[in-house]
């Protein structure tokens, strides 16, 4: 570890259950690696991923009482906890929806430190008023704007016309598999995990590619592992396309390599992205990937037919047909998996941790 005297508050609305904070984790673990003094605050009271440094919890006020005068006292101990510890930076990862509420903390919480403001979707009513005058104004003073693709980045400068923005990529941890611990699933399978949120994941075009597609009659089973919301809705789709016996759902588990590392492969079927962990995790064990060319992300990670297959996303024929030629081609499916580890090595934690240093030295 380095020294270093520079002092970091990272904000994020929780530490668990999606692929974002779980790249907020990490980036808590990256900066002390690199030597910053590292602080988190999280709005939620959900951790489940590890982390570095000192935790500020304020879920756990919001668990205790919450309302619009609870909300107002647990701005009142953000706004001390900040003047408390006079951080030279804050990288704020959180979603930023509400105009009202980001002008309070933008001109009122966060004044008057450098903040970083992270853009983890490439959907950008996550982060942006849809008056662009508005989005402007609340971020004109942004000591710098992280997208963490390049399409997010492109679309931010057209749209916005902003000049400070930068590309970081989501970093792979570099975690060894514990094989005495992998979760034995006892039957050949392919995989897609994550939230189950189907507005943004579209679990239904990955059910209904595997229902035309030869995977089930080759008794290769779909496995969802993933908490959230639609569960109930998903298992109902199921149900109707009567694959109950060719699906099964896992609930989620924060360390999904277990069971990627055994996967034939691993699907994503989202309407739109960040730059997905799903992928990178899967190619870093050696798991070939099949993916929509979503916005955005696939493509920025994806080579097709190098290291995994790009398919035109809601065209169902084409991804059944991905699928069909992982399993039938064998010298694709094994050229794929034999490039997977190494085209992700740019994404290490070592090369990721570059580029924030150079940003936060640079300003």
């Known amino acids: 570890m380095q020294n270093n005297n520079k002092k970091i508050c990272i904000v994020t609305s929780s530490l668990g259950k999606g692929g974002a904070e779980q790249s907020t984790a990490l980036l808590s673990k990256m900066l002390v690696q690199i030597g910053y003094q590292v602080h988190l605050v999280t709005i939620l009271n959900i951790i489940d991923y590890d982390y570095s ?10 668990d205790q009482k919450d309302g619009f005068f609870a ?7 953000f706004k001390k906890y900040l003047k408390q510890h006079q951080f030279d930076f804050i990288i704020d990862n959180r979603t930023r929806n509400s105009w009202f509420r980001e002008t309070v903390i933008s ?18 009513d996550y982060y942006f008023p849809k008056n662009k005058i508005l989005a402007k104004l609340l971020y004109k003073n942004a000591s710098s704007i992280v997208s963490v693709s390049e399409e997010i980045k492109q679309l931010v400068e057209k749209t916005y016309g902003f000049k400070n923005v930068s590309t970081i990529y989501n970093p792979i941890e570099n975690n060894p598999l514990c094989l ?6 006892n039957y050949n399978y392919i995989l897609a995990y994550g939230r189950l949120d189907e507005d943004v994941k ?32 998903l298992k109902q789709k199921v149900d109707e396309l009567k694959l109950e016996k060719s699906i099964y759902f896992i609930p989620f588990n924060n360390k999904p390599l277990e069971i990627v590392v055994k996967a034939k492969f691993v699907c994503l079927t989202s ?10 995790e899967s190619l870093s064990v050696g798991t070939p990937v099949i993916s929509v060319n979503c916005k955005s992300g696939p493509s920025e990670i994806i080579t097709n037919k190098d290291n995994g297959l790009l398919v035109e996303n809601y065209d169902v024929n084409e991804l059944a047909d991905a699928m069909n030629s992982f399993i039938f081609d064998k010298r694709l499916y094994q050229h794929c998996k034999a490039n997977a580890k ?3 090595a740019k994404f290490s934690v070592e090369e990721i941790s570059k580029d924030w240093k150079k940003l936060i030295e640079s300003k």
């Open 53 to 62: 440094g000192e935790l500020l919890n304020l879920g756990r006020l919001k």
């Open 71 to 77: 909300r107002i006292s647990r701005l009142s101990v």
């Open 107 to 124: 001109k009122i919480i966060y004044r008057p430190y450098k903040v970083i403001y992270v853009l983890r979707s490439y959907n950008l």
């Open 180 to 185: 005495d611990e992998i979760v034995t699933l």
């Open 202 to 233: 579209n679990y239904t075009l990955l059910f209904e590619a595997y229902k035309i597609s030869s995977l089930s009659k080759e008794n290769i089973k779909l496995v969802l592992l993933g908490s959230g919301k639609d569960l109930s809705l």
């Open 271 to 280: 309407r739109f992205e960040g730059f997905p962990r799903v992928l990178i």
């Open 342 to 344: 190494q085209s992700v």
